[in-house]
T-cell receptor, first 115, second 115 residues
Framework: GENVEQHPSTLSVQEGDSAVIKCTYS??????FPWYKQELGKRPQLIID?????GEKKDQRIAVTLNKTAKHFSLHITETQPEDSAVYFC??????????????FGSGTQLTVLP | DTGVSQNPRHKITKRGQNVTFRCDPI?????LYWYRQTLGQGPEFLTY????????KSRLLSDRFSAERPKGSFSTLEIQRTEQGDSAMYLC?????????????FGPGTRLTVT
């Protein structure tokens, strides 16, 4: 089955700096890679996702890059703000014929943005 | 609130008792997923429904666990003869057949504590 590894497990940055979180996956057939943000005691919230037919996607201060050959993808947050502090999870799944399969998650990165 | 809802939000039970959780997906979402999340870890897939059909079950889902989605709308997850190792957050997610069909939206979870 799929295995997703995520690094680093904790990340502290100064407000305004950039943060990068990296994930690798094992199943070359995986074709959908979402990122979730989870604040303490709250539900995981989808913040951005990317499909295997593109290499990069950006949404305001958040961007995700995908390298299918190396089987890794990364989350980039620019101009970090204190409200970006949370646990971030990457995930991977194989979706076939419009059917969404289960997500395999990484172990999470605790991001702390220092004011 | 038109998001995924789960009840109860918290459940404390004694070892050996049975518990049942309910998930109401986003209206018109035909896919429903159950995940389990323990402290400091990413969610782990348990099972998945498309309409009323249970299409996949994880090896994590022992014989003590059963899930149903009888009318293709809400779903229940029952744990029989609970063990302390069952203590976790149980998350439900749903996704749509049309539009952004890969995106999974999570509920707030049911936190189970087995004493």
């Amino acid at each position: 089955g799929e295995n997703v590894e995520q690094h680093p497990s904790t990340l502290s940055v100064q407000e305004g700096d950039s943060a990068v979180i990296k994930c690798t996956y094992s199943d070359s057939a995986s074709n959908y890679f979402p990122w979730y943000k989870q604040e303490l005691g709250k539900r995981p919230q989808l913040i951005i996702d990317i499909r295997s037919n593109v290499g990069e996607k950006k949404d305001q201060r958040i961007a995700v890059t995908l390298n299918k050959t190396a089987k890794h993808f990364s989350l980039h947050i620019t101009e970090t703000q204190p409200e970006d502090s949370a646990v971030y999870f990457c995930a991977a799944s194989l979706n076939m014929g419009g059917s969404a399969r289960q997500l395999t998650f990484g172990s999470g990165t605790q991001l702390t943005v220092l004011p | 609130d038109t998001g995924v809802s789960q009840n109860p939000r918290h459940k404390i039970t004694k070892r050996g008792q049975n518990v049942t959780f309910r998930c109401d997906p986003i209206s018109e979402h035909n896919r429903l997923y159950w995940y389990r999340q323990t402290l400091g870890q990413g969610p782990e897939f348990l099972t998945y429904f498309q309409n009323e059909a249970q299409l996949e079950k994880s090896r994590l889902l022992s014989d003590r666990f059963s899930a149903e989605r009888p009318k293709g709308s809400f779903s229940t997850l029952e744990i029989q003869r609970t063990e302390q190792g069952d203590s976790a957050m149980y998350l439900c997610a749903s996704s749509s057949r049309t539009g952004a069909e890969y995106e999974q939206y999570f509920g707030p979870g049911t936190r189970l504590t087995v004493t």
